[in-house]
């Protein structure tokens, strides 16, 4: 415990540790509702807080009631630096309490890619539902792209990372 002026308190990360496993729980014990609108992405696996057999599916408004999250960014895929708007990954598995030790990330064509849990607590990795200010649709790689802030943390702007930088995500998959 650090002492300032006569009081006890306890250390940042100790207090930030504590909120956050208890913001966790109290948002993850949140029933979650059925979508009303078009699903555009399902989490599988290990889940706490389902809304289906087995699974929570999501819509766009649904995707939106979650806290978001932006960053502008270069991408190996586009020409200039464009803005981002989601919801953090690590945000959305905590919503459905998921366990386990990786995600496997899956888009539309089948592509996948497995993400160790670990990088997905440490990483801002973003569920892209708004590609500067616009919802993304299919055709422009949407409706939810993964993505990290390549140009804040140039040690994510490399192969390894951007194989998992996936469009048209469909399923997240929790082992």
Do not use: C
Request: neutral net charge.
């Amino acid at each position: 415990m650090s002492e300032v002026r006569g009081r006890r308190f306890l250390p940042t990360s100790v207090l930030g540790l504590l909120l956050a496993v208890w913001s966790s729980l109290l948002f993850a014990a949140d029933p979650l509702s059925p979508p009303k609108g078009r699903e555009v992405l399902t989490v599988t696996g290990n889940l706490s807080v389902t809304n289906a057999v087995n699974k929570a599916e999501f819509d766009m408004d649904m995707l939106a009631a979650l806290p978001q999250h932006e960053f502008s960014t270069h991408t190996p895929w586009t020409e200039q630096q464009h803005h981002f708007r989601g919801v953090l990954l690590s945000d959305l598995l905590r919503r459905v309490g998921a366990e386990g030790s990786e995600v496997r990330a899956v888009a539309l064509n089948d592509y996948h890619h497995d993400i160790n849990r670990e990088l997905v607590a440490e990483a801002p990795l973003l569920l892209t539902t708004h590609l500067d200010g616009k919802p993304m649709k299919i055709r422009h790689k949407g409706p939810v792209w993964l993505m990290l802030p390549l140009s804040e943390y140039p040690q994510y702007d490399t192969k390894r990372y951007h194989e998992l930088l996936i469009w048209q995500l469909k399923t997240l998959d929790i082992r």
